[in-house]
């Protein structure tokens, strides 16, 4: 149990960091925050239950194919805004399009052979 807490304190601290280095400079914060931080640390926790070579491999493979549908979210939501719609709609329409870009790379990685 201390290690779940910790691997979720330390993951806490670095989403905390980002957002307050954001409050002052908003473009480090953002730079802070496309850091694969999350993706680096889940590989760290991965390794230290289960050291296994292919399973890493797998997981960084999957990773890499599934940040790809998340990138278009980062262009609609600066887009709603400087159009005027409000920060919640387009959280939500930027949430919504990544939902579906996930569903749609789930079904189209097999069929080209991508394993997910």
């Known amino acids: 149990m201390l290690y779940l807490t910790l691997k979720a304190l330390i993951s806490g601290i670095l989403i905390a960091a980002a957002s ?3 409050k002052r400079y908003p ?5 802070v925050a496309s850091l694969p931080l999350v993706s680096v ?20 493979g999957a990773t890499f194919w599934y940040v790809l549908p998340s ?12 159009h005027g719609a409000p920060f919640w709609v387009s959280l939500v ?4 399009l990544t939902i579906a870009l996930y569903s749609a790379m ?10 997910l």
Do not use: S
């Open 71 to 82: 990138l278009p979210m980062f262009l609609l939501i600066p887009a709603l805004l400087r």
């Open 41 to 60: 640390l889940g590989m760290i926790w991965l390794w230290r239950d289960k050291p296994d070579p292919r399973t890493m491999a797998a997981h960084a």
């Open 20 to 22: 307050e280095i954001a």
């Open 27 to 31: 473009g480090f914060g953002a730079l």
């Open 106 to 115: 789930t079904w189209a990685a097999p069929r080209l052979g991508i394993e």
């Open 93 to 96: 329409a930027g949430c919504v």
